[in-house]
């Protein structure tokens, strides 16, 4: 029987792994793909939480609204982060965070 | 969905997302990542969410992936050279951070009650809510209700449903969102002519 915390433990499992990967991990489009990881796995949960909240004899529909929403954002951030990486390729000629150091106080 | 299916798409996601951290090329990391959100969407459907998976697959899996791969290769970039030096205090803090995080997670999921609305059998009583879908009478299509009195879940129909009905102006505020993203693309990207550093 799979119950609603099998999938809470999935996407724990795979937020955690997103995350160590923004921290561990010095190229920026690596340390985009976890920050979409742990987007997904946050959708994961909000899923779970959908199918097994049975308002009226049907899932919850608010939160795969959400989802959408999500999802939709998500996508929005990758075209804008991707423009904003080649443009710091651009001038950088390099994708480590390591290199990004103008702000550094 | 059977229990070993639950397994193995997880397995599938978690895997492949394991190696999204730990590969040293970006195009196995790129690629490897699409397998992981395949798998997500699998868990999605296992989850009666037919119309999310879909949109998994085609979103994720399909337009950011290849949006991904098309900067990797653009940029042509090399496995990521080695320094010399290991940057081991940002893996022990990435490593101990997740790991944190995991043990909380699988806590307080251990204390969630086992009750029968948090089992699969919270089961979904289609024909119930079919009927209560007809009495809200003609203003609503009458295919919703059809379809749950068939005994099926007409899963894409009920988001838009909710969609644009009861969120249409989010819908409208997203929808503004993606043009103004669109827009500060093309001004991120466009080369200045006069040749002084446009972003």
Request: contains cysteine; glycine residues 8%.
């Given at each position: ?6 999938y ?7 937020f955690?792994?997103g995350l ?7 190229n ?11 987007l997904?796995?946050a959708?994961?949960a909000?899923v779970?939480?959908s199918?097994?909240?049975?308002t ?6 608010t939160a795969?609204?959400?989802v ?5 954002v998500a996508?929005?951030?990758v075209?804008?982060?991707l423009a904003?990486?080649?443009?710091l390729?651009r001038?950088?000629q390099?994708v480590e965070?390591e ?7 | 969905?059977p229990p070993?299916?639950f ?6 996601t978690?895997?492949?997302g394991?190696n ?6 970006p195009v196995?990391?790129?690629l ?14 296992s989850?009666d969410?037919f ?6 697959v085609?979103v994720?899996a ?11 290769m653009?940029?042509?970039i090399?496995?990521?050279?080695d320094h010399g030096r290991?940057?081991l205090a ?5 490593v101990?951070v997740?790991?944190?995080?995991a ?7 251990g204390?969630?009650p086992?009750s ?6 919270a089961?979904?009583k289609?024909q119930e809510?079919?009927?209560r879908w007809?009495?809200l009478?003609s203003?609503n299509?009458p295919t919703?209700?059809n ?7 007409p ?8 969609l644009f009905?009861?969120?249409?102006f989010h ?5 503004l969102l993606?043009l103004v ?7 991120l990207?466009?080369r200045?002519?006069?040749g002084s550093?446009?972003?």
């Amino acid at each position: 029987m799979i119950t609603l915390n099998h999938y809470l433990i999935v996407s724990g499992i795979l937020f955690s792994l997103g995350l160590a990967g923004v921290i561990a991990r010095r190229n920026i489009l690596i340390i985009y793909m976890c920050l979409e990881m742990m987007l997904s796995a946050a959708n994961l949960a909000l899923v779970a939480f959908s199918r097994f909240n049975v308002t009226q004899g049907l899932p919850d529909y608010t939160a795969q609204a959400l989802v959408f929403f999500t999802i939709t954002v998500a996508a929005a951030e990758v075209a804008v982060g991707l423009a904003i990486i080649v443009a710091l390729y651009r001038t950088k000629q390099s994708v480590e965070v390591e290199a990004v150091t103008k702000l550094q106080g | 969905m059977p229990p070993l299916l639950f397994f193995l798409f997880a397995l599938i996601t978690l895997g492949f997302g394991l190696n999204v951290v730990i590969a040293r090329n970006p195009v196995t990391s790129a690629l490897s990542l699409a397998v992981s959100f395949v798998g997500l969407a699998a868990l999605f459907l296992s989850l009666d969410a037919f119309f999310i998976g879909t949109l998994q697959v085609l979103v994720y899996a399909g337009a950011v992936m290849v949006l991904f791969l098309f900067i990797i290769m653009l940029m042509d970039i090399k496995e990521e050279a080695d320094h010399g030096r290991t940057n081991l205090a940002a893996i022990a803090a990435g490593v101990a951070v997740a790991a944190i995080l995991a043990v909380q997670i699988a806590t307080v999921s251990g204390r969630l009650p086992e009750s029968a609305a948090t089992t699969r059998s919270a089961a979904l009583k289609l024909q119930e809510a079919g009927a209560r879908w007809e009495a809200l009478g003609s203003k609503n299509l009458p295919t919703i209700s059809n379809d749950l009195k068939a005994g099926s879940l007409p899963d894409a129909k009920l988001m838009g449903d909710t969609l644009f009905s009861k969120y249409a102006f989010h819908l409208q505020v997203v929808g503004l969102l993606l043009l103004v993203g669109t827009v500060g693309v093309v001004a991120l990207s466009k080369r200045d002519k006069e040749g002084s550093s446009p972003s």
